[in-house]
């Protein structure tokens, strides 16, 4: 499939935010955390139009390149040609979250087997490792309203939202906020490792939970670790294994 280079059609802060977000398109199959052509990651581009990247609906996470990544403003509306529609549901779940939180310039959103296992236990996320720890320090919960394609459901997920970075999404999936792509894409591998790792441990003997003060001190220890789950901490690893792995994704 040949896409043209959209490299000398856009700014120079846009390119190297399309292939930022194809490296995370890239990293999430990586990772086995996407869903054939389904679910999405979504990036505000700076500036006061409110528009945003987001993938072209088709395509495989793996196949995503910069050039091929679709732009679109707040209702949806193409604002670059591209022979790929957007999927409704997914616009309308990124651009609440974008609409609300002036620093989201990164939202992810999967549905992966353990994620959506956890989504549906009555507890959800449990204090059971440190993995867990990192979630529960900004976890929210919104429940689930069939597919998400009505801009009627935009509030009540806003409102549950809150400003977390971490939302569960009941009976459907996980979703995490961050400033960038690559605070983003950390927060969603925190967030599904957590939810490996309980279903796990829930398939074992009884558990043993985390202290509720430790629990409660997690935030700085967040700061300490990572820099508050600071995904400039990792991202540079992260790019040279996307690298390894195929760097057509910069194309």
């Given at each position: 499939?040949?896409?043209?280079?959209?490299?000398?059609?856009?700014?120079?802060?846009?390119?190297?935010?399309?292939?930022?977000?194809?490296?995370?398109?890239?990293?999430?199959?990586?990772?086995?955390?996407?869903?054939?052509?389904?679910?999405?990651?979504?990036?505000?581009?700076?500036?006061?139009?409110?528009?945003?990247?987001?993938?072209?609906?088709?395509?495989?996470?793996?196949?995503?390149?910069?050039?091929?990544?679709?732009?679109?403003?707040?209702?949806?509306?193409?604002?670059?040609?591209?022979?790929?529609?957007?999927?409704?549901?997914?616009?309308?779940?990124?651009?609440?979250?974008?609409?609300?939180?002036?620093?989201?310039?990164?939202?992810?959103?999967?549905?992966?087997?353990?994620?959506?296992?956890?989504?549906?236990?009555?507890?959800?996320?449990?204090?059971?490792?440190?993995?867990?720890?990192?979630?529960l320090g900004s976890l929210a919960y919104h429940g689930y309203e069939g597919v998400a394609f009505r801009d009627e459901e935009k509030p009540r997920l806003q409102a549950d939202l809150g400003n977390a970075s971490f939302l569960m999404l009941r009976n459907h999936g996980l979703l995490t906020v961050g400033r960038t792509i690559a605070d983003a894409f950390l927060a969603m591998y925190?967030?599904?490792?957590?939810?490996?790792?309980?279903?796990?441990?829930?398939?074992?003997?009884?558990?043993?939970?985390?202290?509720?003060?430790?629990?409660?001190?997690?935030?700085?220890?967040?700061?300490?670790?990572?820099?508050?789950?600071?995904?400039?901490?990792?991202?540079?690893?992260?790019?040279?294994?996307?690298?390894?792995?195929?760097?057509?994704?910069?194309?």
């Amino acid at each position: 499939m040949h896409i043209p280079s959209l490299k000398e059609v856009v700014s120079a802060e846009e390119w190297q935010l399309r292939v930022d977000l194809a490296a995370g398109y890239r990293l999430v199959a990586a990772y086995g955390m996407s869903d054939l052509v389904f679910t999405h990651i979504s990036v505000r581009i700076p500036g006061p139009e409110h528009h945003f990247l987001i993938n072209p609906y088709g395509l495989m996470f793996d196949e995503i390149t910069a050039s091929s990544l679709v732009k679109v403003d707040q209702q949806c509306n193409k604002l670059i040609d591209s022979p790929f529609p957007v999927n409704p549901a997914g616009f309308v779940i990124h651009s609440a979250v974008h609409e609300v939180r002036e620093d989201a310039g990164c939202v992810i959103h999967t549905h992966t087997r353990a994620g959506v296992a956890v989504s549906a236990q009555k507890d959800g996320v449990l204090p059971i490792s440190q993995q867990s720890t990192f979630v529960l320090g900004s976890l929210a919960y919104h429940g689930y309203e069939g597919v998400a394609f009505r801009d009627e459901e935009k509030p009540r997920l806003q409102a549950d939202l809150g400003n977390a970075s971490f939302l569960m999404l009941r009976n459907h999936g996980l979703l995490t906020v961050g400033r960038t792509i690559a605070d983003a894409f950390l927060a969603m591998y925190t967030f599904e490792s957590t939810c490996q790792i309980q279903i796990s441990a829930q398939s074992g003997g009884e558990l043993t939970q985390v202290n509720p003060l430790i629990v409660k001190g997690v935030a700085e220890a967040m700061r300490v670790q990572t820099g508050g789950l600071g995904g400039a901490f990792a991202w540079p690893a992260l790019i040279r294994k996307a690298d390894r792995l195929d760097p057509s994704y910069k194309t």
